[in-house]
């Protein structure tokens, strides 16, 4: 499986606030498989990344999501963290450009309270997925059939629950993105 992502460019949305495990670790399975993850973010420059509620690691922006194409990538991840969620939902461009997956079909995985953007978004009505439990009631009032497992995958969308989830999760997305 070391090739089996070669040539592949994969969006990481995120801002400051977010979970730094659920950035970093599916950002290593895509570039042990041989991908190109990039950073999108809402502005240029640096985020912050967080442990819980200390602050971590600041990560390099390849792009800011008012400059990115979703036509660009082959797939979306969307880590999690509770601010990070709450400052992509607030940002239209951020949220077109996760619509903008959905709208062509390409895989998306999102973790955490990640799923807030998606809402925003207005891309769950129907599907299943798994998120955060205090994004249940969100979920379910945007349409989605929110179910409390590690990790589940409905069509294009891979979705965890928490940092715990990952080495499930990441498998997932592989799993999706070699498909």
Known sequence: MA??????????????????????????AVEQAGGRPQLVSLKAGDIQGFNHDEKGDAFSVDK?????????????VLPGGTKNPDRLRTDKDAVEFVRAFFDAGKPVAVICHGPWTLVEADVVRGRTLTSWPSLQTDLRN???DWV??????????VSSRKPDDLPDFCKEILSLLVR
């Open 3 to 28: 090739t089996s992502l070669s040539g592949k460019t994969i969006a990481f949305l995120a801002t400051d606030g977010v979970e730094q495990m659920e950035l970093t670790q599916p950002w290593q």
């Open 64 to 76: 800011p999501v008012s400059e990115a194409d979703a036509g660009s990538y082959d797939a979306l």
């Open 142 to 144: 945007a349409g989605a």
């Open 148 to 157: 409390d497992e590690e990790v589940v995958v409905d069509g294009n969308l």
